[in-house]
């Protein structure tokens, strides 16, 4: 089952609640526990709504705080925190993901991510709407009868974002040297406002595949 939708396409939602909803997410960095709600595409919209809301918050208050600089420290380390703690709490796997990624370590896209950030360039062409863009997918995880549910939404370079991922040669030298420091294999730049920066994923078990 693969499909991208707005927020406004409920027979997918009603077709995912009627599920068997059980069991983790394999490959996790967290210990999963059985889903026991009634919406997975709903929490997972909401988790990835929730993450994009802290760590907005965070970085704005870090730009007007210490300027690019000071704003890369949330990257670094308040990001990944954010992401391990929501994990954690609601039994997911949330990360952010990039073509051009700025952490190697951590932001590279395996298989179905990429297939994400692919139709979210082709949505944007077309001129969607950021927020009515997003990637679902329910498929047989591993050899067993699980269901795995991921969930995308893009992440839309915004014009502050550009005093970190813009132009290089616009970039100014105080930025350059901490982004060196920080990430010696930095892909992240020569993006605009309004392109795709990547998008951040949500991954969680749902139930299984009686087929």
Known sequence: MHIMLSQKNTFIQTALQALCLSAALLQAPVALADYKGENPMQESRESAAAMLKELGGKLQAAL????P???LGVCTIEAPAIAQRISEEEKITI???????????????NDW????LQLFEE????????????????????SGSRMELR??????????CTACHGNPEQISPEVKAKLNELYPNDKA???KPGELRGA????????????
């Open 64 to 67: 007007k705080d210490g300027g």
């Open 69 to 71: 600089v000071n704003a």
């Open 95 to 109: 990360r952010r993901v990039s073509s051009k990624p700025r952490n190697p370590t951590m932001g590279v896209p």
């Open 113 to 116: 991510q990429t297939k994400a």
């Open 123 to 142: 949505a944007l062409a077309r001129g969607d709407k950021p927020a009515d863009i997003e990637f679902v997918e329910a498929v047989k995880a591993g």
């Open 151 to 160: 969930f995308a939404k893009p992440i839309v370079m915004q014009p502050q």
């Open 189 to 191: 730049v020569g993006y």
């Open 200 to 211: 951040l994923v949500v991954s969680r078990f749902i139930g299984y595949n009686n087929n």
